[in-house]
């Protein structure tokens, strides 16, 4: 194996480590597949739910959007109160991988965007995620990827250098947001592929 190249490794939650989708739920709720893609598409919105992930709480969110469409509020209030049944577990070859990384003492952090209020739900259903050595969520912070600062905080938070970080997100505008400020980042695909990139960056995983 080559010689070591990074120290610490930063996972991104949703997608790489949970297994997340509205469709999960909405698929019950909604059982026509175009209403359910057109609720999703102009209602609930991705870009809507990514204003919890800034901080916005979901009292306030929910209100709003239901007073814009009083005709889908049953719905838009299930995105909140029936969030976890978004959550279809916890992809187990991730977890089996960061509990290898935690299990060799390499140090490892959550860095994701995620509403304050749920983040504190996923932790009590999903005990693996209150394993990490630190955690920087953007409801909290009150800023998301891939905006400059979230990584900042990060790397200041936590006295990280950045060239010996190692982060993977299933988002690509994620990962370049990160490699902006000198962290190692790549693409999350699949666990296997992550287990050779950080093999390939010297850390003593098994094969």
């Known amino acids: 194996m080559s010689e070591q190249r990074v120290d610490v490794v930063v ?55 239901s007073s814009l469409h009083p005709e889908h509020a049953e719905w838009i209030e299930a995105y909140d109160k029936g969030w976890l049944k978004m959550v279809n577990g916890v992809f187990e070859d991730t977890a089996e991988l960061v509990t290898e990384i935690r299990e060799l003492g390499i140090p490892n952090y959550a860095l ?47 006295d990280l250098d950045p060239a010996r970080t190692f982060y993977t997100d299933d988002v690509q505008t994620n990962v370049d947001g990160a490699r902006a400020v000198g962290i190692d980042a790549e693409l999350f695909t699949d666990a296997p592929t992550l287990r050779h990139h950080l093999r390939a960056r010297g850390l003593p995983l098994t094969a």
């Open 112 to 158: 994701t965007n995620f509403s304050h209020e749920k983040w504190e739900i996923a932790k009590e259903a999903f005990p693996i995620l209150t394993g990490f050595d630190g955690e920087v969520v953007s409801g909290v912070e009150l800023t998301t990827k891939p905006e400059e600062k979230i990584y900042r905080i990060l790397l200041d938070r936590f």
């Open 11 to 65: 996972f991104d939650i949703g997608g790489v480590l949970l297994d997340w989708s509205p469709d999960y739920l909405y698929g019950e709720l909604i059982p026509d597949a175009a209403q359910r893609e057109h609720f999703l598409a102009n209602v609930a919105t991705s870009e809507w739910n990514r204003q919890q992930d800034a901080g916005r709480s979901w009292s306030e969110a929910v209100a709003e959007l």
